[in-house]
């Protein structure tokens, strides 16, 4: 453990760091953290720091139970000054009695990712993170922060995103400035709805920087007297907030997803389409992940919206460049999963994917042929209507729940009588909360 001692301290040192945020997320994907002074960062290295992990949130805890030590990752040390000089972050692996808590999500998506090394693999994951920005004044219900930000059909108006311009220019700033790469930031299909892109990068990173950038975007639209919200349906009339994951296996730096000579047009390689084709069959489970929220649904069921698209695909099917599907193949390096929502906790809906399509590889699973362009088969299966649907379609589908209890494995004590079935009693509580929640919440 002294090891990481050296790390953080250079890097503390090299961006004349004050405090740390060291920060760990709950099973809802709520930023959990502690202000760390620069003078305890050797107690931070080598013990961790401290918290109450029933108070944290959703944890697998009891008030009764030990403290959760959050243990930092040098690896993902970042500094903010954008927000507050001398400010920065680290994401930290929660352990409980010297051992990583399994059921904390950056552990679960680690060994994960452990498991899909032993099978010769290696995941890169690219994320699209959606968000509107509203008045923080609430009281007389949501309003678009931009006034003048009306259109019929907003999606990529320049004049809507230069009126923007300061705010998305802060945030592609404070992106760049961390080495994710933002290479595009545009005004999305919703009247105050935005999405700003960064470069893919391994399955744990982007984990990390989803968690990071929302985070950052909200700190930064407070700076401005906004609100950002990634709930996934703030607006009846219009389009919700999605979280797209683009998803490819690689082995050492070979690329193993495409093909030039695929016989069925996508350039994908049959590995692919084995992976693509567990996504697919495991699809009604991996919504209860992808789309955990009761409002997630109202998103996922909408009839129409003012632009007259809803991006929410509601079959397990697959195509093309076809933006209606499940999973769609812009090009043969890579699939694009757009089930996702903006409550999606990204540790977990990266787990749960890879599992599946991991599955698929090893079942050689044929997805069959892909959709043209707007062909939608009577034979995929529908998708789960709403949550208690999607919690049952989970409990149908061990493969899924297992992705969830991935960490579980080998725990011992007291700690394993509990650790069957904590995701389903966490799903269950998740169906009785207001989805009001998620508005400052995620």
Request: glycine share 10%; net charge negative; hydrophobic share 40%.
């Amino acid at each position: 453990m002294t090891d990481r001692l050296p790390a953080l301290r250079a890097l503390a040192d090299e961006h004349a760091t004050r405090f740390i945020l060291a920060t760990f997320v709950d099973l809802d994907g709520k930023p959990c953290a502690k202000l760390v002074p620069v003078e305890a960062l050797e107690t931070l290295a080598t013990e961790g720091v401290g918290f109450a992990g029933y108070a944290a949130g959703a944890l697998g805890q009891q008030p009764c139970d030990p403290d959760i030590m959050a243990i930092p990752d040098p690896a993902s040390f970042m500094a903010l000054p954008f927000l507050r000089d001398g400010l920065a972050m680290v994401h930290c692996d929660p352990h409980v009695e010297g051992a990583p808590w399994p059921y904390a999500p950056r552990v679960i998506l680690k060994a994960t990712l452990a498991r899909l090394a032993a099978s010769g693999y290696d995941a890169r994951v690219g994320a699209e993170v959606e968000y509107f920005l509203l008045d923080r004044d609430t009281s007389a219900g949501l309003r678009t922060a931009d006034g003048d930000d009306k259109a019929a059909q907003p999606c990529y108006d320049a004049r809507g995103v230069t009126r923007m311009y300061d705010h998305l220019a802060a945030v592609s700033t404070a992106m760049n400035s961390l080495g994710w790469g933002n290479y595009a930031n545009d005004h999305e299909d919703a009247n105050g709805q935005f999405e700003q892109n960064f470069t893919f990068a391994d399955a744990l990173t982007t984990a990390d920087r989803v968690i990071t950038a929302r985070y950052l975007i909200a700190m930064l639209a407070e700076q401005r007297g906004m609100l950002a919200t990634f709930m996934p349906k703030p607006f009846a009339d219009r389009t919700g907030n999605g979280l797209h994951l683009h998803l490819s296996l690689w082995r050492d730096d070979d690329p193993l997803f495409p093909d030039p000579y695929d016989a069925r047009g996508l350039g994908l390689s049959e590995l692919a389409y084995g992976f693509v084709g567990g996504v697919l069959d495991h699809a009604p489970g991996l919504l209860s992940v992808l789309a955990p929220t009761v409002n997630s649904y109202k998103r996922r069921g909408a009839v129409s919206t003012t632009s007259g698209a809803t991006w929410a695909p509601n079959q397990a099917s697959y195509g093309g460049n076809d933006r209606t599907h499940l999973i769609r193949v812009p090009d043969g390096n890579r699939i694009e999963v757009r089930g996702g929502d903006g409550s999606a906790n990204p540790y977990l809906a990266i787990a749960a994917l890879l599992t599946a399509g991991v599955d698929g590889i090893e079942r050689k699973a044929d997805p069959g042929a892909p959709c043209g362009p707007g062909e939608h088969p009577t034979s995929a299966v529908e998708l789960p209507v709403t949550l208690l649907h999607a919690v049952d379609a989970l409990r149908a589908d061990p493969l899924v729940a297992g992705a969830l209890d991935a960490a579980g494995e080998g725990v011992s004590g007291y700690y394993a009588d509990r650790k069957r079935g904590e995701f389903l009693a966490w799903h269950n509580t998740v169906t009785g909360w207001e989805t009001t929640r998620y508005l400052t919440a995620v």
